[in-house]
């Protein structure tokens, strides 16, 4: 599975090195449901040049607060654990493609 959930225990492991996408969701948000084929889509035909993982803001409130996630979805990209942009609200795939280029 393309998935990873992130926690305090290992965010800062994951996005450690390189480019990762980080999704803030929460199941009950349908915005963010309507995200999970778009990602999952996005994240196979990425899979070889960056990460795509996620944080459940119910699951770990500490790590939303930490990135000032107010709304969600909320997309962030990290690239060696810096946070280089933000995004709020579903994105489509080319969209999301073209936001990454910039940093892989």
Avoid at 31 to 44: E, G, Y
Wanted: net charge negative.
């Amino acid at each position: 599975m393309w998935v990873l959930v992130l926690n305090n225990e290992n965010f800062q492991n994951e996005i450690s090195s390189g480019v990762v996408l980080v999704d803030f969701w929460a199941e009950w948000c349908s915005p963010c449901q309507m995200m999970l084929p778009i990602l999952a889509d996005f994240a196979t035909e990425m899979w070889d040049k960056m990460k795509v993982w996620k944080v459940n803001v119910d699951e770990v409130p500490s790590l939303a607060q930490q990135f000032r996630v107010m709304s969600i979805p909320t997309l962030i990209i990290f690239k060696d654990w810096q946070l280089v942009e933000s995004m709020v609200w579903v994105k489509q795939k080319e969209e999301l493609k073209e936001i990454c280029s910039k940093y892989i």
